[in-house]
Structure formats: structure tokens, C-alpha cells
């Protein structure tokens, strides 16, 4: 054991791109991989099988991490309410109101519970920052969500696919 203490799994430094509720399996070929326990992850499944590491992302960050730290910046819990009119949609909080035209949404984003509105928010740099507004499906208070789907993506002209993206 003390000869192996410092070989690595044949995969490290190896980057790998696993996706939201997709899974990947690393196997090593140098079989030092059964010398190493997995450490608990709020946003990561792993667990290790003879010499395969096998890993599913179930979370992007911690929600519940961002929740708080939010909920300190701004001095409690805030609430936000999403309103759609014909030309624009409005964000509002009790501290402020922020506007978006339906020309700077770039994505729909849309879970089993959740839907999301993505918006660049500076329209005519490249890669600028986008603002996204998410809310739980079952907060929807008038209409549904499939006439909500419809309206935004009546509206929404710019995005580069003319569909919601599941999620």
C-alpha cells in the first residue's frame, strides 16, 4: 500500500462534461481506483465498482446554499412575482422592478416542476450576462402552464431554437 499511496486512477486530470440527470462511468486502468473512498456530494451520485467510478450529476451548485446566501444579501426571505403582458415581462421584487422584452430571451427552460425564462441582458455585446427567472410550476396562479408555453413562445422571436428545452 505505501508503494501505491501516490499513484492516481489512470483518469486524473482527465475533464469530463456530465450533464444534469445524465450519468458517466470511468474505468481505471491502473486498478488503484478500489484504494479510494467517495466523499458525500449534495449535487453528485458516485460510488465506485471494482476499478469504475461511476458518477451522475443530480444538481447544478446547492440550491438550498444560494437560497440562503440570497435570503442574507437581502436581509430575509424574498419573494418575487413574474408578470407577462403582451410586449414585455416584469420581474418583481419589494426592493425593485426589472423589465425584460420578449426580443432578449434566449431560452425556455422546463422541468417536471419547474419553468425558467433565460434573458441576456445586455443585448448587443457578445456573451453578456443573462438574468434567468425560474418559478415552480405550481406557483402559476392564472392560466396553465401550457398557455404560458405557448404565449412566450409566440413572443420570443430571437431564441436560436424555437422550442422549451426539457429538462
Given at each position: 500500500?505505501?508503494?501505491t499511496h501516490s499513484l492516481r486512477p489512470s483518469f486524473n486530470n482527465n475533464l469530463e ?128 402552464i401550457d398557455e404560458l408555453r405557448a404565449f412566450l413562445l409566440e413572443r420570443c422571436t ?8 426539457k429538462f
Open positions: 500500500m505505501v508503494a462534461t456530465i450533464y444534469l440527470n445524465n450519468s458517466v462511468e470511468l474505468e481505471d486502468s491502473k486498478s488503484v481506483l478500489s484504494n479510494y473512498k467517495i466523499a458525500d456530494s449534495s449535487n453528485v451520485n458516485a460510488y465506485i465498482t471494482d476499478n469504475k467510478l461511476h458518477i451522475s450529476a443530480t444538481a447544478i451548485g446547492d440550491a438550498e446554499d444560494q437560497f440562503l446566501r440570497r435570503n442574507k444579501l437581502n436581509g430575509g426571505t424574498v419573494s418575487t412575482e413574474l408578470d407577462f403582458y403582451d410586449d414585455h415581462f416584469d420581474s418583481v421584487m419589494e426592493m425593485k422592478t426589472r423589465s425584460f422584452q420578449y426580443a432578449s430571451v434566449v431560452k425556455l427552460l422546463e422541468s417536471e416542476d419547474a419553468f425558467a425564462v433565460v434573458v441576456k441582458t445586455e443585448p448587443d455585446s457578445k456573451g453578456s450576462p443573462r438574468a434567468m427567472c425560474g418559478f415552480p410550476k405550481d406557483a402559476l396562479e392564472q392560466g396553465s430571437n431564441m436560436r431554437r424555437k422550442k422549451v428545452k
